[in-house]
């Protein structure tokens, strides 16, 4: 499943030159972490993976509210794996709740989380799991084209 909102990252896969810069995710890494967690990713992130990879997110666009202490990077999907089942170098400092997927480092141990076991597993969610920070996981890189550290305003 492509999704095209996702194509103007294309030029920022292995692009070490600018403030993004993604690496390829291959196949076999993204069906490793699903065996390793019993369970699919949650389909856009998934299809993200596929189609970009991982990596950090400073803003093709920048903006004047650009925040460069944030680290954004949407981790890969080993490190997934290793931070839910506790086997990660650099656990969240509050425990994961469970059916919680971080997915995304904002920095200082902050993670935005996908709640996969949900009706909603795309929607993006602070770490406390009730805070929605984007409807789905494609208006949550939308508003990261925009505005690298826009989900700040949602908290």
């Known amino acids: 499943m492509l999704i095209p909102e996702f194509n103007h990252l294309n030029t920022f896969i292995n692009n070490k030159d600018s403030g993004n810069c993604f690496y390829p995710v291959d196949i076999n890494e993204i069906l490793k972490t699903e065996r390793r967690l019993k369970f699919l990713l949650p389909s856009q ?3 993200f993976y596929r189609e970009i990879g991982y990596g950090f997110f400073q803003a093709p666009i920048r903006s004047p509210n650009d925040r460069h202490d944030l680290i954004n990077r949407i981790i890969s999907p080993h490190e997934i794996a290793d931070f839910m089942l506790g086997e990660s170098s650099y656990p969240p400092t509050i425990p994961l709740r469970k059916g919680h997927m971080p997915f995304f480092d904002i920095g200082e141990s902050d993670y935005l989380i996908f709640k ?4 909603e597993p795309n929607r993006v ?6 805070t929605v920070v984007a409807s789905d996981f494609v208006e949550f890189i939308k508003n990261l084209s925009i505005n690298p550290s826009f989900y700040l305003s949602t908290k």
């Open 45 to 47: 992130i998934r299809t």
């Open 116 to 119: 996969h076991e949900s009706d």
């Open 125 to 130: 969610y602070w770490f406390d799991g009730r």
